[in-house]
């Protein structure tokens, strides 16, 4: 399983892969058995994939499905991060809060 390497941006390293393995937004598409405007809007940042999705394309591009979904989930708490004008800090709590609730989910 290929290592995935940073990016500027989830839909940077996508066209990164895609491009990397020189295949074309069809070709991609039709082996993934997906949309090709979906596929490209999520590679322009106009659409966020699923979890399942995530999972296809990590699978097409022998990559490492927890790494991908990182890269994602990252840049989502980035943005959201910079759209409330909030401080870095707030990863902290976010952490702590993580910990919480799964101790609390788990315990049922």
């Not at 393995?21 to 997906?34: D, F, Y």
């Not at 989930?73 to 709590?93: P, R």
């Amino acid at each position: 399983m290929a290592i995935v390497k940073k990016h500027s941006s989830f839909w940077e390293l996508l066209r990164s892969l895609r491009e990397g393995a020189g295949q074309t937004l069809k070709v991609v598409t039709e082996n993934l058995e997906m949309d090709t405007s979906l596929f490209a809007r999520i590679e322009r940042n106009e659409r966020h994939p699923t979890t399942q999705i995530i999972s296809q394309i990590a699978e097409y591009f022998q990559v490492d499905k927890k790494e991908l979904q990182s890269e994602f989930l990252s840049e989502q708490i980035a943005y959201k991060i910079i759209d409330e004008e909030a401080d870095i800090e707030i990863l902290k709590f976010a952490e702590e809060k993580v910990k919480y609730l799964k101790s609390v989910n788990n315990g049922k």
